[in-house]
């Protein structure tokens, strides 16, 4: 069955620090990936989704996602954090009208 | 181009009783999901309407329905309610639906809780 393990629960990063959100994914196949973020009290907005072709995905707000299949990862990434990305991030899957999301980490921005 | 609404934004229940949330997509959308989300489970995917048709559904007792109108607007119900029932209940649209991984947009949510 496919899955997705996002291993970190909480980060804590400083503004202006570079950020790395991991994402795990078991699945045989190539999957369809995505990032979403969620601020407090709303919905979630999608990053940045990976299908096929290039497996460096550039997304909004600056972040940007590697696909490794031979780590079965899609780890998000963004050079320079500032507080407005404080929030919490989904990584998910879709495959065959199923789609999973981990579980979320948390992300809060030091001043 | 208005966002995915979703109505009403916060809802307190009792148990046994039911509730009714609505959604409404992006113009032109043809597909909603329901998501429900829990601290404890996280996101769960609880069906997909495609054309007043549900089209997916997830691993969710009966007591969770839905329905799609011509509009495209959705609603969900759910009957006999449970305190496990508390959740953000997260609607999604897109234009043909989550085949291929289109890309969903989503509502603010509806916070229910059940007392």
């Known amino acids: 069955a496919q899955s997705v393990t996002q291993p970190d629960i909480h980060i804590t990063v400083s503004e202006g620090a570079s950020l790395e959100l991991r994402c795990n994914y078991s699945y045989g196949a190539t999957p369809y990936l995505f990032w979403y973020v969620q601020s407090p009290g709303q919905g979630l907005q999608l990053l940045l989704k990976?299908?096929?072709?290039?497996?460096l995905v550039q997304g909004i707000k600056g972040f940007e996602a590697e696909f490794k299949r031979s780590q079965s990862s899609f780890n998000l990434r963004k050079p320079s954090v500032h507080w407005s990305d404080a929030a919490e991030y989904f990584c998910?899957?879709?495959?065959?009208?199923?789609?999973?999301f981990g579980a979320g980490t948390r992300l809060t921005v030091k001043p | 181009k208005a966002g995915v609404t979703q109505t009403p934004r916060y809802l307190i229940k009792t148990r046994g009783q039911q509730v009714t949330l609505s959604c409404s997509p992006i113009s032109g959308h043809r597909s909603v999901s329901w998501y429900q989300q829990t601290p404890g489970q996280g996101l769960q995917f609880l069906f997909e309407y495609f054309s007043e048709t549900q089209r997916n559904k997830g691993n969710f007792p009966g007591r969770f329905s839905g329905r799609q109108f011509s509009n495209s607007r959705s609603e969900m119900n759910v009957s006999t309610l449970e305190l496990g029932d508390s959740a953000l209940y997260l609607c999604?649209?897109?234009?043909?639906?989550?085949?291929?991984?289109?890309?969903?947009?989503f509502g603010p949510g509806t916070r229910l809780l059940v007392l």
């Open positions: 990976y299908f096929s072709g290039d497996t």
């Open positions: 998910a899957l879709y495959n065959n009208n199923d789609m999973r």
């Open positions: 999604a649209s897109s234009l043909e639906g989550r085949g291929r991984g289109e890309t969903q947009y």
